[in-house]
C-alpha cells in the first residue's frame, strides 16, 4: 500500500460524510421542519402575516410606526436612523445613566404626557424605552388604555368601547409565567379602524 492510499481515502471518506451530512442537514431537516410548521402552525411558518383586503400589510411579530393621533402607538424604535428598521434591528446600546438617554427618555415622557393628556408620572416605561430588537409590535395594556382615550376622542368612538377593544386584544403572560401581559398594536389599530368604518 502506497503512503498515498491513506490520505486519500481519508479524504475520500471525509468528502462522503461532508455530502451525507450535507443532504441531510442542508437538505431534508430543513424540508421535514417546513413542513411540520406548515401543518402545525402555518400563519407562524410564514411569518405571522397579517392581511386586509387581501394584501399583506405588515407582521404581528414586527412593529411598525403609526402616525396620528387616531392610531395606537407602539414602543418607541432604535432600529435604524428613523426606527422600525427590520434590516438594522437594534437597541441603542446606551446605559440607564448615559445623559442622552435619559434626555431622550424625558422627552418622550413630555411628548406622551401631552399627546395622551396624562401626568408625565403616569407615563408607561414601554411608551418612552425601546426593545432590544427595536421592532417589538406589542404594549403593555396599561399603555393601551391610557393611548385608547386619545384614540376614540380623535376617531369619534365611545371610550368605553375602545376601552372593551383594548381589553379584548389583551394577552396574558406566555405559558402563564414567561413575559408580561401585552397587546399587540398592528392588530389593535386593524381592530380600531374597523370599528370607525361600521
Known amino acids: 500500500m502506497s503512503a498515498l492510499a491513506s490520505p486519500v481515502r481519508q479524504l475520500a471518506a471525509g468528502f ?3 455530502l451525507v451530512l450535507t443532504v441531510i442537514l442542508g437538505i431534508a431537516y430543513p424540508l421535514a421542519i417546513t413542513g411540520i410548521g406548515q401543518v402545525v402552525s402555518p400563519g ?4 405571522s402575516r397579517v392581511e386586509l383586503h387581501g394584501r399583506t400589510i405588515g407582521s404581528s411579530l414586527i412593529a411598525q410606526p403609526f402616525t ?3 392610531w395606537f402607538q407602539p414602543r418607541p424604535s432604535a432600529a435604524g436612523d428613523d426606527g422600525y428598521d427590520t434590516l438594522s434591528s437594534s437597541a441603542s446600546n446606551l446605559g440607564p445613566n448615559n445623559p442622552d438617554l435619559v434626555k431622550t427618555i424625558d422627552e418622550r415622557k413630555a411628548a406622551y404626557a401631552k399627546a395622551n393628556g ?3 408620572t403616569q407615563v408607561p416605561a414601554d411608551a418612552v424605552t425601546a426593545s432590544g430588537s427595536g421592532l417589538d409590535p406589542d404594549i403593555s395594556p396599561a399603555n393601551a388604555r391610557i393611548q385608547a382615550v386619545r384614540v376614540a376622542k380623535a376617531r369619534g368612538l365611545d371610550p368605553g368601547k ?3 377593544l383594548v381589553a379584548a386584544h389583551a394577552r396574558g403572560r406566555a405559558l402563564g409565567i414567561l413575559g408580561d401581559a401585552r397587546v399587540n398594536v398592528l392588530e389593535l389599530d386593524l381592530a380600531v379602524a374597523a370599528m370607525s368604518t361600521e
Do not use: F, I, M, T
Not at 44 to 47: D, E, Q, Y
Open 16 to 18: 462522503r460524510v461532508l
Open 44 to 47: 407562524a411558518a410564514n411569518g
Open 68 to 70: 396620528g393621533a387616531q
Open 118 to 120: 396624562v401626568p408625565v
Open 162 to 164: 375602545v376601552l372593551a
